[in-house]
């Protein structure tokens, strides 16, 4: 996916991709990145090469990667992970039921009467496991924002063009077409 976004007067482009694991990856060497989104994106259309030929112009270039690491606990003693750095499943944040129910279930936990251990109250243990079965399902499907095949990209693109008139018919429906008259039974 490649997207334009202006930011205070900048404009700055984002390629998203997947890419296999590259041995030897250094996350300063500006030219592996290049060569790696200009394979990655070489022979697609929109503003595409336009945009390649800027990362090949460029010294001011990010590359990143998004990963995923699954633990067994997410306590332990004081320390917990809670919200996105435990059960983070999507880059574009469309898992919001697992941060509602994290924090409720955290929350619930710390307001539990029990007995202060010896000063400092550790994390409790069940807070961070409740949530898992959920966070598990979800990490372990492919969300439509990630798909592997050419027709998933293709079908999450047409389906990204779809939705604004999607949007816009719901609107429409419900801003602007007059109600209608409730029919009247005979008796």
Do not use: Y
């Not at 060569?35 to 800027?54: I, K, N």
Request: charged residues 20%; hydrophobic residues 35%.
């Amino acid at each position: 996916m490649v997207a334009i976004h202006p930011v205070h007067g900048r404009t700055l482009a984002a390629f998203i991709f997947r890419h296999p694991l590259v041995e030897g990856f250094d996350h300063r060497d500006i030219e592996q990145h290049r060569q790696m989104l200009t394979h990655t994106h070489e022979g697609d259309g929109w503003r595409v090469p336009e945009l390649l030929d800027r990362v090949r112009a460029t010294d001011d270039l990010w590359l990143d990667s998004v990963s995923q690491v699954r633990m067994d606990r997410w306590a332990n003693g004081r320390l917990a992970l809670v919200g996105d750095a435990a059960s983070s499943v999507s880059l574009f944040g469309d898992r919001s039921t697992l941060a509602i129910t994290g924090g409720h279930t955290l929350a619930e936990e710390l307001t539990a009467p029990r007995p202060p251990p010896a000063g400092v109250r550790p994390v409790p243990s069940q807070a961070p496991h409740a949530p898992r079965p959920q966070a598990r399902g979800h990490q372990d499907c492919r969300p439509a924002d990630r798909p592997a095949t050419r027709t998933g990209i293709a079908a999450r693109h047409l389906a990204s063009r779809l939705w604004p008139a999607a949007a816009a018919t719901g609107w429409v429906r419900n801003h602007i077409t007059p109600p209608r008259e409730p029919s009247r039974g005979t008796t």
